[in-house]
């Protein structure tokens, strides 16, 4: 596999004044990275989910006049676009990398696979890893460790709040070593995947 690692430069991309000039460094030095990471990912995750999966890189296309505070790759069971779908997600602010399973607020039927989650919390604790950690927004940099209390709240918000989304997952700090060694970064991602599997199933069936 032809591997990308991710360097301090990648990471300075955030600090470009400028819309153009931003979303210029971003396709010429993070994208491409993308491809490349996100073409092995995707084929992994369609063997091991079984059914066909498939590479989005965002486009920020919306944006006129704010550059991107982050930019990613989005992993999802339909070709034409993955907001509307549970999805993975791999990417980058200005100090880390996020490796998520995403649940954002344009899912259409986002009260339906709260609850069905809702319903799942038991089983739900016992796959999550002590290590990872939770957002309630994409937008925001911050997330919080993952707990039974962080959970609870961050899903009951997910099920009654129109704008609430939920992301389950790692951050990875901009200056870790495990960012310049490709196959060891793979293998953390493609690991995280796996263990989000039987929570994206859950929620596609919903």
Do not use: C
């Not at 070709?79 to 995403?102: C, T």
């Not at 709040?161 to 700090?173: H, P, S, T, Y």
Request: aromatic share 10%; hydrophobic share 40%.
């Amino acid at each position: 596999m032809n591997l990308p690692s991710f360097t301090k430069e990648d990471f300075q991309v955030f600090t470009i004044n400028g819309l153009d000039e931003r979303m210029a460094a971003i396709r010429t030095r993070i994208q491409p990275k993308f491809k490349l990471i996100g073409t092995e990912l995707t084929a992994d995750l369609s063997t091991l989910i079984g059914d066909e999966m498939f590479l989005h890189i965002a486009k920020h296309a919306r944006r006129t006049v704010n550059p991107p505070k982050d930019t990613w790759l989005a992993i999802g069971p339909n070709k034409r676009g993955y907001k509307q779908y549970p999805h993975f997600q791999l990417g980058l602010f200005d100090d880390h990398l996020f490796i998520w399973l995403a649940f954002i607020y344009e899912l259409p039927n986002k009260t339906e696979i709260a609850t069905k989650l809702m319903d799942q919390m038991d089983t739900i604790k016992q796959l999550i890893p002590s290590d990872f950690v939770i957002s309630r927004d994409h937008m925001v940099k911050g997330a919080n460790p993952v707990s039974d209390i962080e959970l609870q709240e961050a899903l009951h918000r997910f099920q009654t709040v129109k704008k609430a989304e939920l992301l389950i997952g790692r951050n990875i700090q901009h200056d870790d070593e495990i960012l310049s060694k490709p196959e060891e970064l793979y293998t953390l991602a493609l690991n995280t995947f796996k263990t989000l599997i039987p929570i994206y199933k859950m929620a596609y069936s919903s």
